[in-house]
Structure formats: C-alpha cells, structure tokens
C-alpha cells in the first residue's frame, strides 16, 4: 500500500480521545476525530494504533470524520475479543505508524489511496455518565 505524498484536502483538528463507559461492563476505547476542509472528499477508513475501522460521520456535520476503536477494558467476558483474533489483526496491520500517526484511505477516480498524518493530539479521557433507569411510575 503506497502513501501518497500530497494530501488529498487541507485537514482541521486531528484528535484522538479514551473513553470509558461509566457502567459496569459498557465498554471502553479510543475515538478518532479528522475534521476536513474539503466537501468533494470522503475518507473510508483510519488505521491507528493497531486496528482498522470505518470512518463515520454526522448529519450535523458531514466534514468531521470518526473512528471508534474499542477495547477490552469495562466489557462484559462474552463481548471480549479472543486474543489470538487481535493478534491476527495486528500482524495484518499493513502500515508501520507511531502512537502519534494514522492513515487514512479515500477514493480518488475510483481507486483507493492512503495518506499518513503525524502528530494526532491526545485529549484527556472521557468519562461517560452513568445510564440508570427512570424511577418514575
């Protein structure tokens, strides 16, 4: 899979965040957030920090992308992905990247192409409330 050298649009904000579910057994994970500048783009998928998922968007805002990546921490045992499949994925990670990078595929005349961005800012995480039933009768 070949990087290309010029990006495909001017990017904005590039961040990453934790979450933790604030339920027993809720989950847990990573988001990323590509904001682009460019409406004539649309960006597929993100490969960060071992894993690859579809990027998805807003009605509310069509040019922020995100990437939810999650994780074995606050997940019931049955929801638990087995370790040998996440070791599987990870050998087939086709890219090379710091804690800090990701790439992101896009199609461009019809063919899928990749580019890296470096130096994905890290926000403190995010501590989701508690979901409670109503008491009301």
């Known amino acids: 899979m070949k ?5 495909p649009t ?12 604030g339920v027993q057994g809720g989950g847990s994970g990573t988001n990323i957030f590509i904001e682009i500048k460019d409406e004539n783009i649309v960006l597929d ?9 579809k990027l998805e968007t807003k009605p509310a805002n069509p040019q922020l992308f995100i990437g939810r990546l999650k994780s074995e921490g606050n997940t019931n045992q049955y929801e638990v992905v087995s370790t040998s499949d996440q070791k599987e994925q990870m050998e087939d990670f086709p890219f090379r990247l710091e804690n800090d990078e990701c790439v992101v595929s896009y199609k461009e005349n019809g063919k899928i192409k990749y580019f890296k961005l470096i130096d994905i800012k890290e ?4 501590a989701l409330p508690l979901s409670a039933p109503s008491n009301k009768n």
């Open 3 to 7: 990087l290309q050298k010029k990006a």
């Open 123 to 126: 926000k403190p995480i995010e």
């Open 45 to 53: 998928s993100v490969h960060f920090r071992g894993k690859t998922v």
């Open 10 to 21: 001017t990017f904005g904000d590039v961040y990453c965040q934790n979450w933790v579910a």
